[in-house]
């Protein structure tokens, strides 16, 4: 797509990722058969660098619309013969309604999370899931932050800040979503919307041992636009500039970034390549057991070509 180009990002003296967090785990997609609320599944997936470990994390997410649980059971069967690279954490993010059956028949090696979560205790809050329900279910993570809840659901950075705190005091990883809208990148505005969104989680959580940040601009999630390697690379060395010099050069070069947003089995490795793309986050191409295995797998290039 014709984005305009980033101003300067802030000097970043060459930190290393040195370890993960996941998305927890598997794959994502959103056309995928878990994910978001309407449509599909979500995958997310990323893996570590040389410097962190595990490479990354892939996760997949699916959205209900494109879910049944039939669609699911046979993604779940394609993903439990799967070859995975082991190095590379790898968590499925189904919508609620199926975390159960997803759970029952997955295999261990992946992990499964939530798409959203309260931001406090359980209580009497109709029609939401909370941090409790997720842990009982077996869910080891939680998506917070992604673009759908920001933009359509009217989510502000200090809820989901506030949410991610409440997780992970109960125990859950966090993949914590940022992401600038289209006009925003054309009014080179990419990096402050970002750092205001990453800032929104410094401000409320305690630790970022348990966190994996999603870049995911807005305009190539589901879109088919895919941002280039490098358009990617230079928002993950923003992010990670921005963590080292407000949190610690130790979570700058320990946290894992991903990356979402139209990865699929075709663009993944190259994408993978780029120092700072510590894995994905998968929407669509998670649907695809064996293009999500693909994802997964590609993760581990730049170890190879490193
Ligand atoms: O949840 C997944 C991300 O939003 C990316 O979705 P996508 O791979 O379909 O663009």
Redesign the pocket.
């Known amino acids: 797509m014709a984005a305009t180009s980033l101003t300067a990002p802030p000097s970043f003296s060459g930190l290393r990722r040195i370890s993960p967090k996941l998305d927890a785990a598997a794959v994502?997609?959103?056309?995928s058969f878990f994910?978001?609320v309407n449509s599909?599944t979500?995958?997310?997936s990323s893996s570590s660098s040389s410097h962190r470990s595990p490479r990354g994390v892939v996760?997949?997410?699916g959205s209900g619309k494109n879910g049944t649980k039939d669609s699911i059971a046979k993604l779940i069967s394609d993903l439990n013969s799967a070859t995975l690279e082991a190095d590379v954490d790898v968590v499925v993010?189904p919508p609620f309604v199926y975390i159960d059956q997803v759970k029952s028949s997955l295999t261990d090696r992946i992990d499964i999370s939530g798409q959203n979560s309260w931001v406090g205790k359980g209580g009497a809050f109709t029609g939401e899931i909370s941090v409790e329900q997720l842990k009982d279910l077996g869910c080891k993570w939680v998506?917070l932050g992604?673009?759908?809840r920001r933009h359509v659901i009217g989510e502000k950075d200090e809820f989901i800040g506030k949410k991610a705190a409440y997780a992970l005091s109960e125990g859950l990883g966090v993949i914590a979503?940022i992401g600038e809208k289209l006009e925003e990148r054309e009014a080179g505005k990419t990096f402050d919307v970002c750092f205001a969104q990453l800032k929104a989680f410094a401000d409320a959580v305690p630790s970022w041992d348990n966190i994996v940040v999603?870049y995911?601009p807005v305009w190539?999630?589901?879109?088919?636009k895919?941002a280039s390697p490098q358009q990617a690379q230079e928002v993950h060395v923003a992010v990670r500039g921005w963590l080292k010099k407000n949190v610690s050069e130790e979570v700058a070069s320990k946290t894992r970034i991903i990356y979402?947003?139209?990865?699929?089995g075709g663009n993944s490795a190259e994408l993978a390549k780029e120092e700072d793309i510590d894995g994905f986050?998968?929407?669509?191409?998670?649907l695809k057991g064996p293009e999500f295995a693909t994802i997964v797998n590609s993760v581990t290039s730049k170890k190879v070509a490193a």
């Not at 190539?220 to 088919?224: D, F, N, R």
């Not at 979402?260 to 699929?264: E, I």
């Not at 986050?281 to 998670?286: E, F, R």
Request: aromatic fraction near 0%; charged fraction near 10%; glycine fraction near 16%.
């Open positions: 994502s997609s959103h056309q994910h978001r599909s979500r995958l997310v996760a997949m997410a993010s998506i992604h673009s759908e979503c999603a995911e190539a999630i589901g879109t088919g895919v979402g947003g139209s990865v699929n986050l998968v929407g669509g191409a998670s």
